[in-house]
């Protein structure tokens, strides 16, 4: 009884929550009540814990977070039914409190506030009025199994020919308990099938095609590749640039309805659509974009030719009016970055971008436009699919990161990485080319030098960068005898500052300290 018990609260909540997810692929793409809970977990991660906040912040394995979301709903769940079956309603309540928290999540996570509300409501109320009714036919099946066979004289008149006694009311349980599932099962493949919005999004990318430049992208410089096996190419390609966002599921945004707002602290409130967008004097560069999260040493940066629209053009339009020192982009997904007015109205690049090395933005990376800001890390500058910049004072709004432990600022700090040898690997004797990459955007890189066993500083062979912001491929032959080594790299900037040797973790404010790789070299 106790496993039917579990049983029937697992059927019960899985078919309150796939009719949720079935209702809200009509209200919402983004609107999902599995998803809320675990966005909630994400948000409430307290600041300071800093393993969490660098898993969660940095690549969080977000399969894994589901996996484990549905073990422990399910869990619940199961707990509910053989609550519920001990004590009337008891199970009830356990289902009650998650709709709240799942209420709570959906509220907090998505702007459509009033739409999101009978979503949650729905799943949890749908969930508890199964649960009543299917302990409810369990109830009667263990109790009319606990009385004896109701009329022994029956029994005697073809005992042959009768079926092994099955009382009606465990047959009445197990159709309700079927029936229940199959809806579960019914609602759930409609539920995937409406969540194919993300294909049909896909589909309309894959047709749109980007206007030409009015700018293109100055050209790579020869010589910029070092050609070196194992340096990584000076321009990464879409599918292998790191993808950090707080984002469970992809936002899934139909450019026929994507607009952008400009709204706050301005002279003349902008709506901008996609066909808007794309009619501009659009620009193409190179920026390398890199996540505050990036350890030293690590691979949260990447390099690519983006294609967009000026925001100081865009602001120009607006006019900000006095006072205004900050401009706090909104994602449809309702994640915030507060970036300094200044950064975006200089004479630097900063992009409305929708091209990312020659192809619309991939959903992951923003489609259908994002924000790419020479100089900062992305969490305060590099706003996917975003749908609002509202012109403010850093004295009245925040960023998303900024009250969970993260500076209010985010410049980039001036960095490098040594990518061949790999940290730990044995080389042979002799010559041993090292080569790797340095960033200091906006200023540009002036320098790079190796030192060996915390010897001199030997200059290394600086390649061309594409531009002040991106990053910049070096390398250096040094002459090893067999032994073992300690290899730090060290990139000084444009203007002479060389970057700090002190180690610092990544939050608040970006990583510092010189990658350092051991080799063993063999004879
Ligand atoms: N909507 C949204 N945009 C976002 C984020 C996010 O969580 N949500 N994360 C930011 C962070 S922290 C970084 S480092 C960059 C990463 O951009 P990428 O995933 O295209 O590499 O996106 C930024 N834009
Ligand atoms: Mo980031």
Redesign the pocket.
């Known amino acids: 009884m106790t496993a039917w018990a579990a049983a029937a609260g697992v059927v019960a909540v899985g078919t309150g929550l796939a009719l949720g997810e079935l209702a809200a692929g009509f209200v919402s793409p983004s609107l999902s009540p599995v998803t809320a809970v675990g966005g909630a977990v994400i948000d409430a991660v307290p600041p300071g814990v800093k393993d969490w906040a660098v898993s969660l912040?940095g690549t969080a394995d977000k399969i894994a977070l589901l996996g484990g979301m549905g073990l422990l709903i399910a869990a619940l769940a199961a707990l509910s039914g053989i609550v519920e079956l001990r004590r009337r309603l008891a199970g009830v309540a356990i289902i009650a409190v998650f709709g709240v928290v799942g209420l709570v999540a959906v509220l907090g996570r998505t702007e459509l506030t009033v739409n999101a509300i009978p979503v949650p409501l729905l799943a949890a109320v749908l969930s508890m009025i199964l649960l009543r009714w299917l302990v409810r036919r369990l109830g009667e099946w263990q109790t009319g199994e606990a009385r004896p066979p109701a009329d022994p004289g029956l029994e005697t008149t073809a005992p042959e020919t009768t079926a092994p006694r099955q009382p009606p009311s465990r047959r009445r349980f197990f159709q309700a308990l079927g029936g229940t599932a199959a809806v579960a099962a019914v609602a759930g493949v409609l539920a995937s099938t409406i969540r194919g919005a993300a294909a049909v999004v896909s589909e309309l990318r894959s047709k749109l095609a980007l206007p030409a430049p009015a700018s293109p992208a100055p050209p790579v410089p020869a010589g910029a590749e070092v050609r070196l096996d194992g340096v990584g190419p000076l321009v990464t390609p879409n599918k292998d640039?790191?993808?950090?966002?707080?984002?469970l599921r992809v936002?899934v945004v139909d450019p026929g309805q994507w607009t952008l707002k400009v709204t706050g602290l301005v002279e003349r409130e902008i709506s901008l659509d996609f066909a808007a967008l794309l009619a501009k004097p659009l620009i193409e560069r190179h920026v390398t974009?890199?996540?505050?999260?990036n350890e030293v040493g690590g691979d949260?940066i990447?390099n690519a030719r983006w294609l967009g629209w000026p925001v100081r053009e865009l602001l120009a339009l607006a006019r900000p009016k006095d006072g205004a020192d900050m401009v706090l982009s909104r994602?449809?997904?309702g994640?915030t970055?507060g970036t300094p007015l200044d950064v975006l109205t200089d004479d630097r690049d900063a992009l409305l971008a929708v091209g990312m090395n020659g192809e619309p933005l991939p959903l992951?990376?923003?489609f259908p436009a994002?924000?790419i800001v020479p100089g900062l890390?992305?969490?305060v500058?590099?706003?996917?699919?975003?749908t609002e910049l509202k012109v403010t004072r850093f004295a009245d709004d925040v960023g998303?990161?900024t009250p969970r432990g993260w500076s209010e600022r985010g410049p980039i700090k001036t960095s490098s990485r040594i990518d061949v040898p790999r940290d730990g690997r044995s080389v042979r004797a002799g010559t041993v080319a090292f080569g790797g990459v340095a960033w200091a955007q906006h200023t540009g890189i002036g320098r790079v030098e190796l030192r060996v066993n915390r010897g001199a500083w030997e200059q290394a062979e600086l390649a061309p960068g594409i531009s002040h912001d991106t990053w910049y491929q070096w390398k250096l032959d040094l002459p090893l005898t067999p032994g073992q080594y300690e290899v730090q790299v060290r990139a000084t900037d444009l203007n002479g500052a060389a970057q700090v040797e002190d180690r610092a973790p990544v939050a608040p404010s970006g990583a510092t300290g010189f990658h350092t790789v051991r080799v063993d070299v063999k004879s």
């Open positions: 912040f640039f790191y993808r950090i966002d707080t984002a936002p974009i890199a996540c505050v999260s949260l990447g994602s449809t997904d994640w970055a992951e990376h923003g994002r924000l890390y992305g969490y500058s590099a706003t996917k699919w975003v998303y990161w």
